[in-house]
């Protein structure tokens, strides 16, 4: 059984990850017992694909795409919400785009001797990977690293729409 633990973000801001992959079953956790999404994927790297469920049945995002050994095409949430998750390998090293080329982030995240370090966003805005794989392919490491981070800003952009007006009166 493969597991995938780790951190995207620092002390005070970020999720952590907690995941199994065993027999094509990927479950496991984003975030904290009360905030954050519940893993529920399957996927075939022989079969090509990956789909699943991230949170609940009501709440949560939908995930469907394409997978080979060094590549991953998937669509996270619907087509108007959702954003298009673009990965593959060279060497140790995962790389690709979450959303699209205005809006969302790079992923760069390196594997060596069980460890992921890497960074999700930019230089200034974005967030540092630390974590630990064993027996996971890095295609899929990487995208639940990436889907990690998803997840933390589809929930704070929510967090941060208080609906008030900001002016004063």
Not at 22 to 49: H, K, M, P, W
Not at 110 to 126: H, N, P, T
Request: net charge negative; proline share 1%.
């Amino acid at each position: 059984m493969g597991m995938i633990s780790g951190k995207v973000g620092g002390v005070i801001r970020g999720y952590d990850i907690s995941a199994t992959v065993d027999s094509g079953v990927i479950s496991g956790r984003i975030g904290g017992a009360v905030f954050g999404n519940d893993i529920n994927l399957t996927y075939s790297v022989e079969e090509g694909y990956i789909n699943g469920r991230l949170g609940g049945a009501v709440f949560g995002k939908s995930i469907e795409g394409s997978l080979s050994f060094d590549t991953l095409s998937v669509r996270i949430g619907g087509m108007v919400d959702g954003y298009n998750l673009e990965l593959e390998t060279g060497g140790n090293s995962v790389y690709g785009r979450c959303g699209g080329p205005t809006i969302g982030f790079d992923v760069g995240i390196d594997f060596f001797e069980g460890q992921a370090v890497g960074r999700l966003g930019g230089g200034i805005v974005g967030m540092d990977v630390n974590g630990s794989v064993t027996d996971v392919e890095p295609i899929i490491a990487g995208a639940l690293f990436a889907i990690t981070y998803y997840i933390y800003q589809v929930n704070h952009r929510s967090s941060n729409n208080s609906g008030g007006s900001g002016g004063s009166r």
